[in-house]
């Protein structure tokens, strides 16, 4: 009987975990149909706030010269779309930024979730280092080219260098960016190697790095699954870090001092 009880118990365990496992151990939320229906409905809601809201800070660009003007329109676009997939974004200021200096944010990066989850949370006015296949979106494309922002093409090492030095000329301008040093996303928690890029930008321009941990998006949304789910995240922003070493081989113990601190989260 005793027996009966304990397989009959570990079978309901099994039957509500929301996860699956991978052959190499990692684990993966299970995504239902009605999960496809919630990510479609967020979708088309994503879809017509983008374009109110880059439609909005089109307009009031060329109004204004203003240097903020970004910050207010992404902020607000974030946490719309945040409110169309049902998330919710609890966030940990671990010190006090100073917004009037320029920081480099490097976050983990699980899934889209994170550029609406940062735009909302983030209290500095900011750019993000995007890739090129942005530019090309309807209405977004358009909001990033007249923001500052920078576009990275990935695939051409010659035109991602130029980038990332017009990046660098806009942090020692006074403006502050969001780079995703995995350069992909990997959607589960668990990262994977950092760029050097992000880093060789940051001792450029010699400011600080912030670290941001992005806890649990992955259990939200999967877009390449074309599923999500309503809930909640944590978003964890560390104390700025100075820069340590200036070339790529210097930097190497700085970058995984800043990966240990963004991992330290998601344990």
Same mark, same amino acid.
């Given at each position: 009987m005793d027996r009966l009880l304990r397989e009959r118990r570990s079978s309901v365990q099994t039957k509500v975990n929301d996860s699956t496992t991978h052959p190499d151990g990692l684990s993966e939320p299970a995504w239902s149909v009605s999960n496809r229906f919630w990510f479609v409905i967020g979708y088309?809601?994503?879809?017509?706030?983008? #374009?109110?809201?880059?439609?909005? $800070?089109?307009? #009031?660009?060329? %109004?204004?010269?203003?240097?903020?003007?970004?910050? $207010?329109?992404? *902020?607000?676009?974030?946490? #719309? %779309?945040? %409110?169309? $997939?049902?998330?919710?974004?609890?966030?940990?200021?671990? *010190?006090?930024?100073?917004?009037?200096? *320029?920081?480099? $944010?490097?976050?983990?990066?699980?899934? /889209? /979730?994170? !550029?609406? !989850?940062?735009?909302?949370? /983030?209290?500095?006015?900011?750019?993000?280092?995007?890739?090129? =296949?942005? =530019?090309?979106?309807?209405? %977004?494309? !358009?909001?990033?080219?007249?923001?500052?922002?920078v576009f990275v093409a990935s695939r051409d090492p010659r035109r991602s260098l130029e980038s990332l030095r017009h990046a660098g000329q806009e942090i020692r301008e006074g403006r502050s960016v969001i780079i995703f040093p995995e350069g992909e996303r990997t959607y589960r928690s668990q990262m994977v190697p950092f760029k050097k890029s992000a880093f060789a930008l940051a001792a450029e321009a010699r400011v600080p790095v912030v670290p941001v941990t992005i806890v649990d998006a992955y259990r939200l949304m999967n877009e390449t699954r074309f599923a999500s789910r309503p809930g909640r995240v944590r978003v964890v922003v560390h104390e700025p870090m100075s820069v340590q070493g200036s070339s790529r081989a210097e930097l190497a113990p700085f970058i995984e001092s800043v990966r240990t601190m963004i991992d330290s989260e998601l344990e």
């Open positions: 088309v809601w994503a879809v017509i706030m983008t #374009a109110i809201f880059a439609t909005g $800070f089109a307009v #009031a660009r060329l %109004l204004t010269r203003r240097p903020d003007v970004f910050h $207010f329109w992404a *902020s607000r676009w974030g946490r #719309a %779309l945040l %409110l169309g $997939f049902g998330v919710r974004a609890q966030t940990k200021m671990k *010190s006090t930024l100073d917004c009037r200096r *320029s920081y480099v $944010f490097v976050a983990n990066h699980q899934n /889209l /979730l994170d !550029i609406p !989850i940062l735009a909302s949370v /983030l209290p500095c006015s900011f750019g993000f280092v995007a890739k090129a =296949e942005l =530019e090309r979106w309807p209405f %977004l494309g !358009i909001a990033l080219k007249m923001s500052p922002s």
